[in-house]
């Protein structure tokens, strides 16, 4: 019988550094291509805000505010 091998968890910063708050409006729904209409986060930026540090975080939320005002036009 074969194991996978065990992973260390991964760091939660969100519980840590509440510096970049989340911006989700619990409104989850993902459109044609996989963006949230809630938060206009794209599928894998929700997936990663939970491990990414503040930084990475404002840039999650700045691509997100870009893509709103995008299809806004």
């Known amino acids: 019988m074969s194991t996978a ?4 968890p991964k760091p939660l910063y ?4 509440p510096a970049v708050p989340s911006p989700c409006i619990s409104i989850c729904r993902l459109d044609e291509q996989r963006v949230c209409t809630g938060c206009h986060r794209h599928v ?3 997936r990663e805000w939970r ?6 975080r404002r840039q999650i939320c700045r691509e997100a505010t870009a893509f709103r005002d995008l299809k806004a036009h």
């Open 44 to 46: 894998e930026h929700i």
């Open 51 to 56: 491990s990414a540090d503040d930084e990475r």
């Open 14 to 17: 969100s519980n840590v550094s």
């Open 5 to 8: 091998p065990v992973r260390p």
